[in-house]
């Protein structure tokens, strides 16, 4: 394999379209399509009595309206429950639009087809719903109280508990080790909702074919395969005739990973029974109040250690907010109960969560996927104890490191992925190391000195954290070359800036030795690639990036099988450069990849020039062998399919500087050492982590659902919900540290949420140093900052 | 039916007839009356930027602009940015810096540096990030979008 191209800061080849405006984003197709809008309730809990639509009925434009009654067969059904669990033991998911209650403001209760958006909108305005009215249950622990239910056959809105403990290595339980510690600290935490937020939202547009009982929709979506499946299963269409496509998506971050929305069903079922194209287009506030949120948990700590800050014991009491469904099971809070542990080995370590239902927005993965609220509770825990015992905050992380020669590392627990929790490589001392020197993490006492003395008062965080990536079950590549020389890839997972044209062309034209300009890449569109699983979990260049290498290995081997029959050499003496097979050390005599593909299809006919060399009278063939031995033409398939995760690690450091009077929070430096085992392409990966971290510093300063005690989303738009521009952005530092994984032929590991991991945890250290003032709830606003101090005063 | 408005704009320097309702948002006239879905729309509400054009030059968001209001104007999208000999120098050094990710705040981006620029050719960082504090993007954390105009501004320096 050459390494030209692997590990190179290659620009990107979606960017040639995308600066010139010509992306396909879902709302830039179908312009003859006609539009969908939905009734969504203004309410957090209410029963509908009456749906009345007399008066929308002679809006001109109006094609239909749909209420649950009108939803026919499985269509009516409840959504499904993706990810089912034993402990999810009242999982509930909604139906696609509201039968009976609804159970969040938001929720669709009508859908309009009209012949542009603007009317249906007109006549969602018209539809008079009668409700009546039910108690909201909103806020983490009054409604796990269970007072009031959100599912009247959900007692204690509690949806999953789940208990999971390992014993130290002596053999002793947790109280145990508890009991005996020298020192325990007990503590609670608060992490706020926030939410993914791409700035392209949701959407659907169909196409029923009615002549050849075909439908296609493109969905701005994670997964078009498995919306496809759904869609299948759902329509009670054949497979066959069921083609999902994500077009250029505009940002995704977990929440289009949730599948099948209810518009995603909705909206080819209007095109079916209307026999038109339907499209919907998700409007600001629509996502807001009707797409997904996360995050929100209340976290109860007990913590035993020694005098070297080494844990004994960690005993971990999670309330997690799911909202009012699950169609995403409980991934979130077992995430976050798993990869709680970090870097670390631990003593005796439980963590029981109670995953609780509230009449608010439902909560499935956003980047991150409650890793975010798990690393929070860990390195809060450290520096709780550094501080109970005046140690450095980085030695009690130090005392408490994984060895670089202890991996493979069992923490004891079951994975998201239904496997062992077993770190496969890591050097966490030594990216410790890189990352003290990069924020000049012993000059920091001076510096903070010198800052006193002028009346400033800035602080110092750190945060480490390991993030389980690539998750199976697998991925597929295909890899075609045809008599053009042109290298077509795909496979079956989707893009929403990633970058995924570039890696992906970048390994196949490192694998097949062909020109990068020649390697063309196609992701999620399921009429090139049927089998895949999706884009979230750092997975995409972990699990397609090796099934691509070895669609790619199978490929080159039949080319230099075909070639070494055409040169009369031995196919281990030959390699490819350039597109050209030729023997080693000889490239002048060589064949090429376009001619090879032309001979891997046995032709009667010929369609040009190059094709007559491989139909019957051309004498390229050996009249004594069959002429087809293998398949015809020059591609191969092959999947990846890991037997668990790789595990991807690093460290945030951040300086912080709070203003004595106005209580203002800003960062003064932030840097980065991160351990993504081995880079395909640099700059992506940069990309990657600054994206990151600025979605992390908003959900440390910024971001919040502000929700009143009716269940109304205050800050439902851009203007109150305060995502970070430029100006709150610190510039990141960032160095890389490369441990490869044994797991994978490229010995690659995921990237894609490292970034916002840590965020919170290291501004909140920052802070507390800079203040003075135990900081354990976050996002944390200069207001909120001015009240802690006034209640510390 | 609403009452309908006859009107022309000169879009990326083509006169452009169009008949829309007096309520029609500028951003769905560029993008569904006259095709050109380069122009996003991230939040409807004039705070994201994705949907920036110039408007008689100067950055304008489509989104809170009524089409019938842009009557006779001058209008440049992402799609008239770059000129005969290929992308502009913005449009290059977005691509060269990588200064987008998934793309969809890139047109609003690429429209206020351009103009950006044209006031400002060496602007200084702060400027820079002052210039750009309208627009919001989800992934990249700005630091290469703020290199980008810094290089955009180097490439024209070198073109004049
Ligand atoms: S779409 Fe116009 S500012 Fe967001
Ligand atoms: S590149 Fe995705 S929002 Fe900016």
């Known amino acids: 394999m050459t390494t030209k191209l692997f590990g190179e800061p290659i620009p990107r080849r979606e960017d040639e379209r995308l600066v010139l405006g010509q992306g396909r984003y879902l709302d830039d197709l179908g312009r003859q399509a006609v539009a969908a809008a939905f009734v969504r309730s203004p309410h957090a809990h209410a029963r509908i009595r009456d749906i009345d639509v007399s008066r929308a009925l002679d809006v001109e ?11 026919p067969g499985l269509v009516a059904e409840p959504l499904p429950l993706l990810i089912p669990h034993p402990a999810l033991t009242h999982g509930r ?21 009209a012949t542009d958006r603007y009317v249906a909108e007109d006549v ?33 809105n509690l949806g999953a508990h789940l208990v999971q403990e390992v014993p130290a290595r002596d053999g002793r339980s947790v109280a145990e080790a508890l009991e005996s510690a020298p020192h325990v600290l007990e503590f609670r935490l608060d992490i706020e909702r926030s939410a993914s937020m791409p700035l392209e939202g949701r959407g659907v547009y169909a196409r029923w074919d ?8 493109y969905s701005s979506t994670q997964t078009s395969t498995s919306v496809r499946m759904a869609l299948a299963a759902k329509l009670g269409l054949p497979l066959p005739q069921v083609e999902v496509i994500a077009p250029d998506v505009g940002g995704g971050f977990g929440v289009k990973i949730v599948h099948p929305w209810p518009e995603e069903i909705l909206v080819p079922w209007a095109a079916i029974t209307l026999g038109r194209e339907v499209k919907w287009a998700e409007d600001r506030r629509e996502h807001f109040i009707s797409s997904a949120h996360e995050r929100g948990q209340v976290q109860h700590i007990k913590v035993g250690f020694d005098e070297q ?4 014991a960690l005993d971990v009491d999670i309330l997690h907010d799911h909202g009012a469904y699950t169609p995403y099971g409980i991934i979130v809070p077992i995430i976050t109960a798993t990869q709680l542990l970090g870097p670390y080995k631990i003593g005796a370590y439980r963590v029981v969560f109670s995953s609780i239902y509230t009449n608010t927005v439902q909560v499935t993965p956003y980047r991150g996927a409650g890793r975010p609220q798990g690393v929070f509770a860990m390195e809060r825990t450290m520096d709780r104890i550094a501080a109970h015992l005046g140690l450095d905050r980085t030695d009690v992380r130090a005392a408490n490191f994984i060895g670089p020669d202890e991996f493979p590392y069992d923490q004891g627990l079951i994975f998201q992925d239904g496997r062992p929790l077993i770190y496969d490589s890591g050097d966490y001392p030594e990216s410790l190391r890189m990352l003290k020197e990069l924020i000049g993490w012993d000059d920091f006492p001076a510096m903070k000195q010198a800052a006193a003395e002028e009346g400033r008062r800035i602080g110092i965080g750190v945060g480490c954290y390991v993030e389980g990536t690539g998750v199976g079950p697998y991925e597929g590549g295909h890899v075609q070359i045809t008599s053009d020389g042109r290298v077509h890839v795909s496979t079956g997972l989707t893009s929403q800036g990633q970058g995924h044209e570039t890696v992906f062309a970048q390994i196949a034209a490192t694998e097949l030795g062909v020109p990068f300009e020649k390697v063309s890449v196609v992701t999620g569109d399921t009429r090139r690639f049927g089998y895949a699983v999706g884009t979230f979990a750092s997975r995409a260049a972990v699990m397609s990036g090796n099934a691509i290498a070895l669609a790619c290995r199978r490929v080159r081997e039949k080319a230099l099988k075909i070639a070494a029959d055409a040169l009369e050499a031995d196919p281990r003496d030959l390699e490819i450069t ?17 001619t090879v593909a032309v001979l891997s299809n046995p032709l009667r006919y010929a369609f ?31 999947y990846y399919s890991p037997i668990r995760s790789t595990f991807a690690s690093g460290m945030h450091a951040a300086i912080v500087e709070t203003d004595p009077d106005t209580a203002e929070i800003r960062i003064l430096r932030y840097a980065v050492v991160h351990d993504c085992g081995r880079l395909i392409n640099p700059m992506i990966v940069e990309g990657q982590i600054h994206g990151g971290v600025a979605q992390g510093v908003g959900g440390a300063l910024y971001e919040k659902m502000a929700y009143d005690e009716h269940g109304q989303l205050l800050n439902a738009s851009f203007m109150d919900f305060l995502m970070p521009y430029v100006t709150e952005v610190p510039h990141i530092e960032t160095a890389h540290l490369e441990t490869p994984s044994p797991l994978n032929p490229l010995g690659i590991k995921g990237a894609g949420e490292a970034g916002v991991i840590p965020v919170s945890s290291v501004i909140a250290g920052a802070i507390e140093d800079a203040e003075g003032i135990p900081i354990m709830r976050m996002p944390i606003s200069p207001s909120d900052l001015y009240d802690l101090r006034r209640a510390t005063d | 039916m609403p009452d309908l408005h006859e009107i022309s704009l000169i879009v990326n320097g083509v006169v452009r007839e169009v008949t829309v309702p007096a309520r029609r948002l500028l951003s769905d006239c560029l993008r569904h009356d ?90 200084t960082d702060e400027e820079v990030v002052e210039g750009l504090s309208g627009n919001l993007c989800r992934c990249t954390g700005y630091q290469n979008i703020v290199k980008s105009v810094h290089r955009a501004a180097e490439l024209l320096a070198e073109e004049s």
């Open chain 1, 578 to 594: 350039d597109g050209v097979v030729h023997v080693v050390g000889a490239p002048a005599a060589g064949i090429p990849l376009a």
């Open chain 2, 34 to 123: 006259l095709g050109l879905t380069g122009t996003h729309v991230g939040c409807e509400h004039g705070v994201c930027g994705a949907c920036t054009i110039l408007l008689d030059g100067e950055p304008a968001r489509s989104c809170l602009t009524l089409a019938v209001t842009a009557a006779g104007h001058e209008i440049t999208t992402v799609e008239g940015l770059a000129g005969d000999d290929g992308p502009s120098a913005v449009q290059r050094a977005f691509r060269e810096c990588h200064g987008l990710q998934c793309g969809f705040c890139t047109p609003g981006f690429l429209c206020t540096a351009t103009a950006l620029l044209r006031e400002n050719p060496a602007p």
């Open chain 1, 61 to 71: 434009g109006l094609i239909a309206i749909y209420t649950w009654e009108d939803l």
């Open chain 1, 210 to 217: 009615a002549d050849d009982r075909s439908l296609r929709v």
């Open chain 1, 309 to 312: 800050g080494r844990v004994l």
């Open chain 1, 608 to 638: 040009d020039e190059e094709a007559q060399r491989a139909t019957q009278f051309a004498g390229t063939a050996d009249p004594d062998k069959a002429p087809l031995e293998d398949e015809p033409g020059l591609e191969g398939k092959d």
């Open chain 1, 124 to 156: 969602c305005g018209l539809i008079d719903v009668d409700y009546e009215f039910l108690k909201p249950v909103v806020g983490l622990e009054e409604a796990a109280q269970g007072v009031h239910l959100v599912h009247e056959d959900v007692p204690g």
């Open chain 1, 93 to 113: 998911t909604a139906y696609p639009l509201a039968k009976e209650i609804v159970r969040h403001v938001g929720e669709p209760i009508v859908m309009v087809v």
